[in-house]
């Protein structure tokens, strides 16, 4: 990938810079940006979880040159955004020291992948009785139950509402997927978890691996778009930690998605590759297993598209064919209904610009 299609946003631009390149602070480009390109940047990197890890070179940078006003820009949006986390955090971990008291051992995911940015709400798994987090939520936090779409009852999730909160915390049962299809992948995971320290809590995570594979459904098979935290993370993790390629494939494999991750693990080495200069050092496996890189995808309505026909369409045959020649027709059923999904979400979305109850 030498020109990327996705390279028209100047914000995107900026904030890919300010992440991937190896030494920020000789960005001579930034020194004149005006508040307004300042905005829509900042507002580019909330929707992108990258806040804190974009602002932070970019204050070295305006430091460096001298601009006092763009540093106390940087400064306050931080601060702004470290006050959320904190109060998230907090209430995180109350969360999960009271369900892991009443034995319901919650794992979070994809939430604390960004540190020390945050997503926009609190993931966690457990393989505890529904009734039973609905009465500690309900009990201990007072919290109410968001509306349910039909994609929450499939995927046999539930999101609290709890007051003083502003994220929603959205509690995954037993199963993970778009349709809740992947159960066996699911039960794997919490005996895989392992604790981490994440500012001064400290919480139960998903292994590296599953790390990947969880990242991998939500963005290949279910909203078809990347975010720039999803590659900062990804490149993160594959060059700080250990990753054990045979263990993620033979997971990914059983679950019928290695594809699909090896796919994603190209289009971030692209991506890297096109702001660094150097990619992710994959295995040969990936390489050879992966379906299409970063070239196919594109840059619009804010993120960064996956193309549904015929790439990612693939990618969905794949996986229901490989789980159908597995015998799990419980799994394969209610993926056959994700076409249907999404078709209602297309529809509702153009008719009453919301997909709300059905996604």
Request: overall charge neutral; charged content about 25%.
């Amino acid at each position: 990938m030498t020109v990327p299609p996705f390279g028209s946003s100047k914000p995107l631009t900026i904030l890919s810079r300010l992440l991937l390149r190896a030494e920020p602070t000789g960005d001579r480009e930034l020194h004149e940006i005006s508040r307004q390109e300042f905005e829509d940047t900042l507002a580019l990197a909330h929707s992108h979880h990258v806040v804190v890890r974009a602002l932070q070179p970019f204050r070295q940078i305006m430091c460096a040159a001298g601009n006092v006003e763009a540093v106390q820009w940087a400064v306050t949006a931080v601060e702004l955004e470290r006050v959320r986390i904190e109060n998230a955090l907090s209430f995180l971990q109350r969360i999960c020291a009271r369900l892991e008291a009443d034995g319901c051992a919650p794992t979070v995911i994809k939430s604390l992948d960004h540190w020390p940015d945050l997503g926009s709400d609190l993931d966690l798994y457990t393989n505890a009785a529904p009734a039973k987090i609905l009465s500690v939520m309900k009990k201990t936090f007072n919290a109410h139950l968001a509306e349910r779409s039909w994609g929450d009852r499939l995927a046999n999730k539930w999101n609290f509402i709890v007051p003083g909160l502003r994220e929603l915390v959205e509690v995954h049962v037993g199963r993970l997927g778009q349709t809740g299809e992947h159960v066996i992948l699911a039960n794997s995971l919490v005996a895989r978890a392992r604790s981490v320290k994440v500012g001064n809590y400290v919480f139960r995570v998903p292994a590296a691996e599953d790390r990947l594979i969880i990242c991998t459904l939500q963005r290949m098979y279910r909203h078809f778009y990347i975010r720039l935290c999803d590659i900062v993370d990804t490149t993160r993790l594959l060059e700080t930690e250990h990753i054990d390629y045979e263990s993620l494939r033979s997971s990914a494999r059983a679950a019928g998605i290695w594809e699909g991750v090896a796919t994603f693990l190209a289009i971030v080495s692209d991506y890297t590759r096109h702001y660094r200069g150097k990619g992710l050092d994959l295995p040969s496996s990936v390489k050879a297993a992966a379906r299409f890189d970063g070239d196919h995808i594109s840059f619009g309505e804010g993120f960064l598209r996956v193309p549904i026909l015929p790439d990612s369409a693939k990618l969905y045959a794949s996986e229901l064919t490989q789980l159908l020649l597995k015998g799990e027709l419980s799994s394969t059923a209610r993926l056959s209904l994700l076409p249907c999904l999404a078709t209602a979400a297309a529809i509702g979305q153009r008719i009453t610009g919301s997909d709300k109850g059905i996604w």
